[in-house]
């Protein structure tokens, strides 16, 4: 069974940066396209960034140019930098496959950017 574990998060100003890190094991993901989701409070879950086997990658609108993901497959983990960070950015942060998510979650990272 995969197991995703994300970390990084925390409490940031705005402007400023974070690196989240999402740890996948049980199951060999350098074949698959991954991706970062994102959910603010009552709010649905939204796709932040993607990367396929290869490096490609696709954002959302709202962070094209100040987020940058990536992977290392060796390590079977995928990273989320976040610069210029903005208030509307807060969020819990999760990875998942991408487009056919695992149907297991985990608990993802929370963010909060706040001055």
């Known amino acids: 069974q995969v197991q995703l574990v994300e970390s990084g998060g925390g409490l940031v100003q705005p402007g400023g940066s974070l690196r989240l890190s999402c740890a996948a094991s049980?199951?060999?993901?350098?074949?698959?396209?991954m991706a970062w989701y994102r959910q603010a409070p009552g709010k649905q879950r939204e796709l932040v960034a993607r990367i396929n086997s290869v490096g490609s990658t696709n954002y959302a609108d709202s962070v094209k140019g100040r987020f940058s993901i990536s992977r290392d497959n060796a390590k079977n983990t995928v990273y989320l930098q976040m610069n210029s960070l903005k208030p509307e950015d807060t969020a819990v942060y999760y990875c998942?496959?991408?487009?056919?998510?695992?149907?297991?979650w985990g608990q993802g990272t929370q963010v909060t950017v706040s001055s």
């Open positions: 998942n496959k991408f487009p056919i998510p695992y149907t297991y």
């Open positions: 049980g199951s060999t993901f350098s074949g698959y396209a």
